[in-house]
């Protein structure tokens, strides 16, 4: 039994260690690693926010957005109302949702153009002109708005004026008024007055310079076209390009210090806010291995996109904001992702932020949202922006 085990013991030395005269070969054994991050690309973007009980997070996204695109247009970091924009938006929608007689969803989610809509619209304010929170509130919780709106409209929709909400957009802004408070007419930042349309010059945002970016089959690449998804209410227009494209404009866009606004599914279990990590393990097995190890992930064909989005495992579930890169020990690369879930907790780790794998990226991405400067010129011509 000793022979034996020096035998073995012997011949696994010569394996994993084999020297010649002018050089020497070392082999490992292979073991699983755990992630260590380097940083790739880092562009300034504002603290992590917590949305709170709202399903708001489409104004999170892209405000935070629009404080990234702030600082490079001005250099000066500004903390924008997220409310703001949506209390601006709910009476569109509400309006939406009276003209087609009830036959939409009514919900408090949104898309990043709708952002930019309300911009467009109603101007900007920074937080503390119009936070949102009554009644000395710290946290966002707006699981009564929706209700009680919803209750004037389809009121409203059932019996139009012989209701018992007439004048059904007056019930909405006192509504809103109760819950988020008046938006206000003019505010004072830095010792300054501004309106909310003198603010938004201040800022240097210009509203025609954003487009929205997917990668369907069901539609032709290089065209545009209306995603039929729950949150697109304003009907806004996507420009269709190959799922590549989609990774490579990404890439160079951050490289060119643009952040993009992430439109995304976030319901696998491999997303993971507590780990900071989402992945698409190759093996499910490895699911859970892989939110703290390297494990190799799916290959991810714009035809397996394509049915995991036609059977509804990939939905607009949320909107973050991507602000950069990293790359694993391994050279993996990852885009680093702003959440609006809160900093460290119990449930939420690497400091709101979440690292996204490429696979997941191409699978789970439904759009991006980008400065239109982001884009090769040879893709700005090719869909006529």
């Not at 439109?263 to 989402?278: H, L, M, Q, R, W």
Request: net charge positive; hydrophobic share 35%; aromatic share 12%.
């Amino acid at each position: 039994m000793k022979n034996t085990i020096l035998t073995l013991a012997l011949f696994l030395n010569s394996f994993l260690f084999y020297a010649q005269e002018d050089n020497a070969v070392t082999v490992n054994l292979p073991s699983a690693q755990k992630y260590n991050f380097t940083t790739v690309v880092d562009i300034e973007a504002s603290a992590v926010k917590s949305q709170g009980n709202t399903g708001t997070c489409w104004s999170f996204s892209g405000s935070s957005f629009l404080e990234s695109e702030i600082f490079r247009n001005t250099g000066e970091l500004i903390d924008l109302s997220e409310m703001y924009t949506v209390r601006q938006t709910y009476p569109t929608k509400a309006w939406d949702y009276v003209m087609r007689q009830g036959k939409i969803q009514f919900s408090e989610g949104g898309l990043a153009h709708d952002v930019l809509n309300s911009v467009k619209n109603y101007g900007l304010v920074p937080q503390n002109a119009f936070t949102g929170l009554k009644n000395n509130a710290t946290k966002y919780d707006h699981s009564l708005i929706v209700p009680a709106i919803k209750e004037v409209l389809d009121a409203y929709i059932k019996n139009g004026s012989n209701s018992k909400y007439p004048d059904w957009k007056s019930s909405v802004d006192s509504i809103l008024n109760s819950h988020l408070g008046n938006v206000p007419k003019s505010f004072v930042y830095n010792g300054i007055t501004y309106t909310p349309e003198s603010f938004l010059k201040k800022t240097k945002v210009k509203t025609t310079d954003y487009v929205t970016l997917t990668s369907f089959l069901h539609q032709p690449y290089n065209s545009s076209f209306i995603l039929n998804i729950p949150d697109n209410f304003s009907n806004g227009m996507f420009y269709n390009i190959p799922l590549n494209e989609l990774v490579s404009i990404t890439d160079r866009a951050l490289k060119k210090g643009f952040t993009i606004a992430l439109d995304c599914d976030v319901s696998e279990k491999t997303f993971s806010p507590k780990n900071g990590i989402a992945i698409i393990p190759n093996n499910p097995e490895n699911n859970k291995k892989g939110l703290t190890y390297i494990v190799k992930e799916k290959e991810i064909t714009p035809e397996f996109r394509q049915h995991e989005f036609e059977n509804y495992n990939t939905t607009d579930d949320h909107l973050m904001h991507i602000v950069g890169m990293v790359k694993d020990q391994k050279g993996n690369e990852y885009y680093k992702v702003k959440n609006s879930w809160g900093g460290n907790s119990e449930r939420i780790g690497n400091n709101g932020y979440v690292y996204m794998s490429k696979a997941f990226f191409k699978l789970k991405t439904i759009s991006i949202f980008v400065h239109k400067n982001g884009l090769k010129k040879s893709l700005k011509k090719e869909l006529n922006i």
